[in-house]
């Protein structure tokens, strides 16, 4: 019989505990296909955050890190540091990354430390029950913003790829989503030139992933994934922000 | 090795990378900015890496990745940046990773001041962070000591993974003194660096994770147990103290780091007046040197707790002198140092001797 499908070698065979519709599993086969498939999945060290993937330390097949919230940038330059042959990547949820590690993002980013981010942006809170993030959507309900989110007093959504753009010593920030098959193969690409940059030590590389939380969206997986399309990615456009290698 | 005239901080700092420290993150912060100055300077020299990190937070989070990474590893800072660093060693002590700490205490609480101090004394013994955890704590009461004491933290370290703190204040940090740095000197019979994370394709492909998270809690209970076994192996094996002329000592002052220098000073004039006063002084604040008390109690009427503080270490001395004698505390705060003639002054008050 020909194999034509089957799990990657960079996911362990701990079962994902993502919620039914959640696009986590998504991602994370894509971060582990792509670190296979370049052949560093030996010397890959990942940084786990603190949220919805903070299990990702069982789930990737590869050492790893468990940060505290928001630090997994801090984290990652400590080992990159030490181990500056290794593929070190962090990956963090919006309220990690977007909110209360806003420093250690920006600041990793700001010293060019040679390390891949994947940031996985669903507009929500979702491990702690659907609570407001700084990059929700205006007028979208959650639990602590339950009128919906309201420019005044409660500020329109943080766009992250747009901001570390103009941060000089980025080598690579793009915006991907994974709610269709064409757009999920452009997300691996964008991840695995993500990974190769950090190869070629040209530094700080961040791919931002729409996700979806069917759970605390109070949808349906399939009305989920039209949420992205039509409601999140007019607010997040997808592309790439910055490329010092010049191209798409 | 001939001694060397140098400062505090500095000599901290070179005792580190002579104990193969590579790897400094840090924040600027009066009144400790030698050790940091000292490792930009001098680790790249050594093929070291210093980095400054965009806050204390941050760099204790570094400290956390490169101590996991298997490095032999240092931050130093003062009180109110050790306060931002508590949760980050909390997770360090959660995930028994091994590194030191420098914290050169300055006056608070808040802002406060940048004068020395000892008001730290809580933080660094009592946890400081959240859970159930304990840092090592070393206090140096002059510089050669100060040397000796940073290159055993990293020792200490590696054979508990247990943060190691070097608690001193601003007037060690600042003072000058001689010095003798022992060369470089590999550590022996400490357990291998099996569990750091270098990648699977160096460890025989057997997956390492660096973690804290224990959501069973029969697991988490478990996981502190652990813990706190290895507290009960160092208050067996690491007390450290010093006994200063207690042998016919009638008032015995608790003192450690700078006051326990005034209190040397204290005891000399006590000496010529003729009042019999020795020092308890403690080294290690944990494991606090419970059992050093034993020895001097069946003499001593008192003791006399002198600290830059309201008075912190005195709670510990309380439990090793158990109602047993009286207990009196002289503490100067907000950053004033305490004269040898104050502390004179307080044995008189006790011994109601002397002219």
């Given at each position: 019989?020909?194999?034509?499908?089957?799990?990657?070698?960079?996911?362990?065979?701990?079962?994902?505990?993502?919620?039914?519709?959640?696009?986590?599993?998504?991602?994370?086969?894509?971060?582990?296909?792509?670190?296979?498939?370049?052949?560093?999945?030996?010397?890959?060290?990942?940084?786990?955050?603190?949220?919805?993937?903070?299990?990702?330390?069982?789930?990737?097949?590869?050492?790893?890190?468990?940060?505290?919230?928001?630090?997994?940038?801090?984290?990652?330059?400590?080992i990159k540091?030490?181990?500056?042959?290794?593929?070190?990547?962090?990956?963090?949820?919006?309220?990690?990354?977007?909110?209360?590690g806003?420093?250690?993002?920006?600041?990793?980013?700001?010293r060019?430390?040679?390390?891949?981010?994947?940031?996985?942006?669903?507009?929500?809170?979702?491990?702690?029950?659907?609570?407001?993030?700084?990059?929700?959507?205006?007028?979208?309900?959650?639990?602590?913003?339950p009128?919906?989110?309201?420019?005044?007093?409660?500020?329109?959504?943080?766009?992250?790829?747009?901001?570390?753009?103009?941060?000089?010593?980025?080598?690579?920030?793009?915006?991907?989503?994974?709610?269709?098959?064409?757009?999920?193969?452009?997300?691996?690409?964008?991840?695995?030139?993500?990974?190769?940059?950090?190869?070629?030590?040209?530094?700080?590389?961040?791919?931002?992933?729409?996700?979806?939380?069917?759970?605390?969206?109070?949808?349906?997986?399939?009305?989920?994934?039209?949420w992205?399309?039509?409601?999140?990615?007019?607010?997040?456009?997808?592309?790439?922000y910055?490329?010092?290698?010049?191209?798409? | 090795?001939?001694?060397?005239?140098?400062?505090?901080?500095?000599?901290?700092?070179?005792?580190?990378?002579?104990?193969?420290?590579?790897?400094?993150?840090?924040?600027?912060?009066?009144?400790?900015?030698?050790?940091?100055?000292?490792?930009?300077?001098?680790?790249?020299?050594?093929?070291?890496?210093?980095?400054?990190?965009?806050?204390?937070?941050?760099?204790?989070?570094?400290?956390?990745?490169?101590?996991?990474a298997?490095?032999?590893?240092?931050?130093?800072?003062?009180?109110?940046?050790?306060?931002?660093?508590?949760?980050?060693?909390?997770?360090?002590?959660?995930?028994?990773?091994?590194?030191?700490?420098?914290?050169?205490?300055?006056?608070?609480p808040?802002?406060?001041?940048?004068?020395?101090s000892?008001?730290?004394?809580?933080?660094?013994?009592?946890?400081?962070?959240?859970?159930?955890?304990?840092?090592?704590?070393?206090?140096?009461?002059?510089?050669?000591?100060?040397?000796?004491?940073?290159?055993?933290?990293?020792?200490?370290?590696?054979?508990?993974r247990?943060?190691?703190?070097?608690?001193?204040?601003?007037?060690?940090?600042?003072?000058?003194?001689?010095?003798?740095l022992?060369?470089?000197?590999?550590?022996?019979?400490?357990?291998?660096?099996?569990?750091?994370?270098?990648?699977?394709?160096?460890?025989?492909?057997?997956?390492?994770?660096?973690?804290?998270?224990?959501?069973?809690?029969d697991?988490?209970?478990?996981?502190?147990?652990?813990?706190?076994?290895?507290?009960?192996?160092?208050?067996?094996?690491?007390?450290?103290?010093?006994?200063?002329?207690?042998?016919?000592?009638?008032?015995?002052?608790?003192?450690?780091?700078?006051?326990?220098?005034?209190?040397?000073?204290?005891?000399?004039k006590?000496?010529?007046?003729?009042?019999?006063?020795?020092?308890?002084?403690?080294?290690?604040?944990?494991?606090?040197?419970?059992?050093?008390?034993?020895?001097?109690?069946?003499?001593?009427?008192?003791?006399?707790?002198?600290?830059?503080?309201?008075?912190?270490?005195?709670?510990?001395?309380?439990?090793?002198?158990?109602?047993?004698?009286?207990?009196?505390?002289?503490?100067?705060?907000?950053?004033?140092?305490?004269?040898?003639?104050?502390?004179?002054?307080?044995?008189?008050?006790?011994?109601?001797?002397?002219?």
């Amino acid at each position: 019989m020909k194999t034509v499908y089957e799990k990657s070698a960079g996911l362990t065979d701990v079962p994902l505990h993502y919620c039914p519709g959640c696009t986590h599993g998504i991602i994370h086969k894509l971060v582990a296909e792509s670190l296979v498939e370049l052949g560093v999945l030996g010397r890959a060290i990942a940084v786990a955050p603190v949220g919805c993937a903070v299990f990702a330390y069982d789930y990737f097949n590869c050492d790893a890190q468990e940060a505290a919230h928001g630090r997994a940038p801090a984290v990652a330059t400590g080992i990159k540091r030490v181990h500056p042959d290794a593929i070190v990547f962090t990956y963090q949820g919006d309220g990690d990354l977007a909110s209360i590690g806003m420093a250690e993002i920006v600041h990793a980013a700001m010293r060019g430390e040679n390390l891949t981010v994947i940031f996985v942006n669903n507009a929500i809170y979702g491990m702690t029950g659907g609570q407001m993030a700084p990059t929700t959507l205006v007028g979208q309900r959650t639990t602590t913003s339950p009128l919906g989110r309201s420019r005044s007093g409660q500020g329109a959504p943080l766009r992250i790829c747009e901001m570390l753009a103009t941060i000089e010593a980025t080598a690579y920030v793009a915006r991907v989503s994974v709610h269709t098959v064409p757009r999920l193969t452009a997300a691996k690409r964008a991840i695995k030139k993500a990974f190769q940059l950090q190869m070629d030590n040209k530094g700080f590389s961040l791919v931002e992933v729409l996700s979806t939380c069917p759970t605390n969206w109070g949808l349906s997986p399939v009305e989920a994934l039209r949420w992205v399309e039509q409601t999140m990615i007019p607010v997040y456009p997808l592309g790439v922000y910055k490329d010092l290698e010049g191209g798409t | 090795m001939a001694r060397k005239l140098m400062k505090g901080n500095e000599v901290i700092a070179a005792a580190a990378i002579n104990a193969g420290c590579r790897y400094f993150f840090g924040y600027p912060i009066t009144p400790q900015n030698e050790i940091p100055e000292y490792m930009a300077r001098e680790l790249p020299k050594v093929g070291g890496v210093y980095v400054q990190a965009e806050s204390e937070v941050a760099a204790i989070n570094m400290v956390y990745g490169a101590a996991g990474a298997g490095a032999r590893v240092l931050t130093s800072s003062s009180s109110p940046g050790i306060s931002l660093m508590q949760e980050g060693i909390s997770y360090i002590a959660g995930a028994e990773l091994p590194c030191v700490l420098v914290n050169i205490m300055r006056a608070g609480p808040g802002l406060g001041g940048v004068q020395p101090s000892q008001a730290d004394y809580f933080q660094a013994t009592k946890g400081g962070g959240h859970g159930d955890y304990h840092v090592l704590v070393l206090a140096p009461a002059n510089l050669q000591e100060a040397a000796d004491l940073t290159q055993s933290a990293f020792d200490l370290a590696d054979r508990y993974r247990n943060p190691v703190m070097v608690l001193a204040d601003g007037m060690i940090g600042q003072l000058m003194e001689p010095v003798e740095l022992l060369p470089a000197r590999p550590a022996v019979d400490l357990p291998p660096k099996d569990w750091a994370t270098t990648g699977t394709a160096t460890s025989g492909g057997r997956r390492r994770v660096i973690n804290s998270l224990y959501l069973y809690p029969d697991q988490l209970e478990q996981h502190v147990h652990a813990l706190y076994a290895k507290y009960a192996a160092m208050e067996h094996a690491e007390v450290r103290y010093e006994l200063h002329q207690c042998d016919d000592a009638e008032v015995v002052i608790v003192a450690y780091g700078t006051t326990s220098r005034i209190a040397r000073s204290a005891i000399e004039k006590c000496r010529r007046l003729g009042l019999r006063v020795g020092l308890l002084r403690p080294i290690t604040l944990y494991p606090f040197p419970f059992a050093a008390f034993e020895q001097v109690i069946a003499r001593t009427q008192a003791f006399l707790v002198v600290e830059m503080s309201m008075g912190q270490m005195l709670d510990d001395v309380k439990i090793a002198v158990a109602g047993r004698k009286p207990i009196s505390f002289y503490g100067r705060t907000g950053g004033i140092v305490p004269t040898p003639e104050e502390v004179v002054k307080q044995v008189q008050a006790l011994l109601g001797g002397g002219p």
